[in-house]
């Protein structure tokens, strides 16, 4: 839980998909964003390279199992807290 006395936070949504040429390079993946699962505020840059600080990371799940075609992949959904800077 996080308690601001000022201007609110916003939330933002992120989905996509993860792929990587093994599981073990997708599992990978994974725990590296895991890791920022750790209450602390990050810098998050999107794909048009624009910065959004100070966010946190909420949450992150895996939508659909792991795949395998071409490579391993699977969907995600990222849920952030930008705090008021």
Not at 52 to 76: K, N
């Amino acid at each position: 839980m996080i308690v601001d006395m000022g201007i609110g936070a916003r939330a933002i949504v992120q989905t996509g998909r993860l792929t990587a040429a093994t599981c073990d390079g997708l599992s990978s993946s994974v725990a590296a964003i895991e890791a920022f699962i750790d209450g602390r505020t990050h810098t998050l840059v999107d794909k048009q390279g624009q910065t959004h600080s100070p966010v946190i990371l909420e949450q992150f799940e895996l939508t659909t199992p792991i795949r395998v075609g071409r490579a391993y992949w699977c969907d995600y959904t990222c849920r952030y807290l930008q705090l008021p800077s």
